[in-house]
T-cell receptor
Framework: QKEVEQDPGPLSVPEGAIVSLNCTYSNSAFQYFMWYRQYSRKGPELLMYTYSSGNKEDGRFTAQVDKSSKYISLFIRDSQPSDSATYLCAMSGLAGGTSYGKLTFGQGTILTVHP | DAGVTQSPTHLIKTRGQQVTLRCSPKSGHDTVSWYQQALGQGPQFIFQYYEEEERQRGNFPDRFSGHQFPNYSSELNVNALLLGDSALYLC?????????????FGPGTRLTVT
């Protein structure tokens, strides 16, 4: 079983839709949770970064972490065609632990927002 | 402010050869991590360098080695290339005055082994 599971999709939505992207994980040591966006043939771009449980909002993006369920989500409101990309969740542990310093990624979800 | 830069952009090598990839971190960052991303997969952690030493290593064989220089730039070396080493190699930087957990990626080097 992989430490981080992410549905690869692909996910296709109309412009203006609310998009929900999710990951589950098995390693309780993970404390930091990130979402990256990756356009074709480019490096991943950091979108959101959250510590422990709770919500974080940045413009049209909201990240949620539920550590009790080992489940994280990214919501995109009013989705735009420019949001079409692969979305990767990533996780890391605290300093001193074996998962510190390295990001463990999900497989990535391919999102297409059509006009 | 220059972000993370990597060179070369693309590389084609033959099985058994050796390759060196290079990375310059974002200004103010002192930690460099390397990842391998196969097509359709998420990046896999190779190793991380801090203060010119390997601080953390993923499940990659010893054919993968690295180095960090005093100016924080880094190299990834892969010996005895296999067809399965074909992938996008990503460098990420972090640290300095920012959070060490926020890693910023370069555009990657696409390596093809024939």
């Amino acid at each position: 079983q992989k430490e981080v599971e992410q549905d690869p999709g692909p996910l296709s939505v109309p412009e203006g839709a609310i998009v929900s992207l999710n990951c589950t994980y098995s390693n309780s040591a993970f404390q930091y949770f990130m979402w990256y966006r990756q356009y074709s043939r480019k490096g991943p771009e950091l979108l959101m970064y959250t510590y422990s449980s709770g919500n974080k909002e940045d413009g049209r993006f909201t990240a949620q972490v539920d550590k009790s369920s080992k489940y994280i989500s990214l919501f995109i409101r009013d989705s735009q065609p420019s949001d079409s990309a692969t979305y990767l969740c990533a996780m890391s542990g605290l300093a001193g632990g074996t998962s510190y310093g390295k990001l463990t990624f999900g497989q990535g979800t391919i999102l297409t927002v059509h006009p | 402010d220059a972000g993370v830069t990597q060179s070369p952009t693309h590389l084609i090598k033959t099985r058994g050869q050796q390759v060196t990839l290079r990375c310059s971190p974002k200004s103010g960052h002192d930690t460099v991590s390397w990842y391998q991303q196969a097509l359709g997969q998420g990046p896999q952690f190779i190793f991380q360098y801090y203060e010119e030493e390997e601080r953390q290593r993923g499940n990659f064989p010893d054919r993968f080695s690295g180095h960090q220089f005093p100016n924080y730039s880094s190299e990834l070396n892969v010996n005895a290339l296999l067809l399965g080493d074909s992938a996008l190699y990503l460098c990420a930087s972090s640290g300095g005055t920012g959070s060490s957990y926020e890693q910023y990626f370069g555009p990657g080097t696409r390596l093809t082994v024939t």
